[in-house]
Nanobody, 120 residues
Framework: QVQVVESGGGLVQPGGSLRLSCAAS????????MTWYRQAPGKQRELVAE???????KYATSVEGRFTISRDTAKNTAYLQMNSLKPDDTAAYYC??????????????WGQGTQVTVSS
């Protein structure tokens, strides 16, 4: 079993910054892709940023140039540095971790989410 815990959300003014963390722990052989999603009230969950085990990244168009995803492989943790935040970035942010274990193969695990609110 794999546990995924997000942290770092909060209230920030427009133009401000936050750094989210996503930590994976438990029983697994390898962490593959780590992905940040977000979901605003009344909207569908959308992919924000993704990073592979080799460090390749991709971003939603709406955050490119403002958000940066990174990971610390030794700590099984991914980070999302969010700069120049806008009110439209307000959402619950979720981390999805794809982990491989010999007994279960590759599976996706989700965290409980962390709230980001951008408001003056």
């Amino acid at each position: 079993q794999v546990q995924v815990v997000e942290s770092g959300g909060g209230l920030v003014q427009p133009g401000g910054s936050l750094r989210l963390s996503c930590a994976a722990s438990g029983s697994f052989f390898k962490i593959n892709v780590m992905t940040w999603y977000r979901q605003a009230p009344g909207k569908q969950r959308e992919l924000v940023a993704e990073i592979t085990s080799t460090g390749s990244t991709k971003y939603a168009t709406s955050v490119e140039g403002r958000f940066t995803i990174s990971r610390d492989t030794a700590k099984n943790t991914a980070y999302l540095q969010m700069n120049s935040l806008k009110p439209d970035d307000t959402a619950a942010y979720y981390c999805k971790t794809n982990a491989y274990d010999w007994s279960t193969g590759s599976r996706d695990y989700w965290g409980q989410g962390t709230q980001v609110t951008v408001s003056s």
